[in-house]
Every structure is written in structure tokens, then in C-alpha cells.
């Protein structure tokens, strides 16, 4: 690896936030989920979750095209997923179009948190409903009554990232010198 290709990942690294995380719920379309993965990857975020239901399931491999740059972690079921994500400390956001939902620029993002986006057409489940913590909506004033799961996750995201730069969120390293090491090793970013 050139000095250079070093540095560049050394300040990826520095700036990654382990504790801003999106969990996919049966997001299954490949570009969709290649889009979102990449916009996780340009705010900083280390690791996604995912849930696929079998019917939702992936060909191997097809839909994670930045998993190079951003790991994944799959779970069995969105309660799993949840819980394993609540025990990492974490507020869970579900991206949902109803009336109990608040708007995303009301959110304070540089709290632990986890954001779930649900599947294409269907949105999320009932099931990831009743976990989270907060149902959050962004605007809709058109004719349609709702954005690309990609467009949404770029939204939300983004705003994370407004908000934890203005907090000073990336100038401080969250991972561990022996995660980016790790990842150094296995040329984790190529
Ligand atoms: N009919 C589905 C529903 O009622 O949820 C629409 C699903 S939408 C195309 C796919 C995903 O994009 C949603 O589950 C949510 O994660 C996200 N999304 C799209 N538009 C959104 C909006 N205006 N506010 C919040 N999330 C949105």
C-alpha cells in the first residue's frame, strides 16, 4: 500500500462513527441497497444492519457493492436486530409515513442512534414499529406519497451529519486503534 492509499484510509477511519448506524429492513433491491450502503459509507458510518426476510433474500453477494468500505452485519429478524441494537445503547428512528411521526430536522442525531428504513413497496413492519423509539417522517408535499429508500436514507443521514460535524463528532477517532488496524491488515479499503 502506497503512503498515500494509507493516509487517505488512516483519516477514513478517524472519522468513522460507531455509534450512527441504518438498519435495512428487507430492503432488497440491489442499486437500493448499493445506493443507501454507499451514502452510509460518504457520512462516516462504520457498519449497517440488515434484515431479509426469506422471501427478501439476496443473491450473494449482489446488493452490498461498498461493502469494502462499510461493514455488514445481518440478523435473523427485525427483532434482533432491534434488540441488538437497543443493547448497544442506541435511540432506534424508524422511517415512517404516519401521524404519530415527527419530522427528521427535529431529531438530535448526535445521540447513539439507529435509523431502520423499511422495504420498497411495504415500508417497515409492524414488528419494528412497536421496538423503536420514535417514528420520524420526512415532508411529503407532492402527489406521491413517498421518496426512494435511497433518496430517504440520504435525508435523514445527512442531517446526522450536519449535526454531528457542528458537534465536533468527527474530530475525534471512534474506532479503536486495533479495528483500524485490523482493517489496514485486511486492505479493508481498496
Ligand atoms: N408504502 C410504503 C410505506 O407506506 O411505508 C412506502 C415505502 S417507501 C418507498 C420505502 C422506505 O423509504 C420506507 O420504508 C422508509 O424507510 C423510506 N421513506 C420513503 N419516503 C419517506 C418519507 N417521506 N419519510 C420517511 N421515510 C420515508
Request: charged share 20%; proline share 3%; aromatic share 6%.
Amino acid at each position: 500500500m502506497s503512503p498515500d492509499r494509507y493516509q487517505r484510509i488512516r483519516t477514513v477511519l478517524a472519522k468513522r462513527q460507531t455509534d450512527l448506524t441504518v438498519c435495512l429492513e428487507n430492503v432488497h433491491k440491489p442499486h437500493n441497497v448499493s445506493a443507501v450502503v454507499r451514502t452510509c459509507d460518504a457520512v462516516g458510518i462504520h457498519r449497517v444492519h440488515t434484515v431479509w426476510e426469506q422471501k427478501y433474500k439476496l443473491r450473494g453477494g449482489t446488493a452490498m457493492g461498498s461493502q469494502q468500505w462499510v461493514r455488514q452485519t445481518n440478523h435473523d429478524n427485525i427483532s434482533d436486530a432491534l434488540s441488538h441494537l437497543k443493547g448497544q445503547g442506541m435511540q432506534v428512528l424508524v422511517t415512517h409515513l404516519s401521524d404519530s411521526a415527527v419530522d427528521f430536522r427535529e431529531i438530535d442525531y448526535t445521540k447513539p442512534t439507529a435509523i431502520l428504513f423499511g422495504q420498497e413497496k411495504y415500508g417497515v413492519t409492524d414488528e419494528a414499529i412497536a421496538m423503536a423509539d420514535q417514528d420520524i417522517v420526512i415532508p411529503m408535499l407532492g402527489m406521491v406519497q413517498s421518496l426512494n429508500v435511497s433518496v430517504a436514507a440520504a435525508l435523514v443521514l445527512y442531517e446526522a451529519q450536519r449535526q454531528r460535524e457542528i458537534a465536533g463528532m468527527y474530530n475525534k477517532q471512534h474506532l479503536s486503534e486495533q479495528t483500524c488496524q485490523e482493517i489496514l491488515f485486511e486492505g479493508g479499503y481498496p
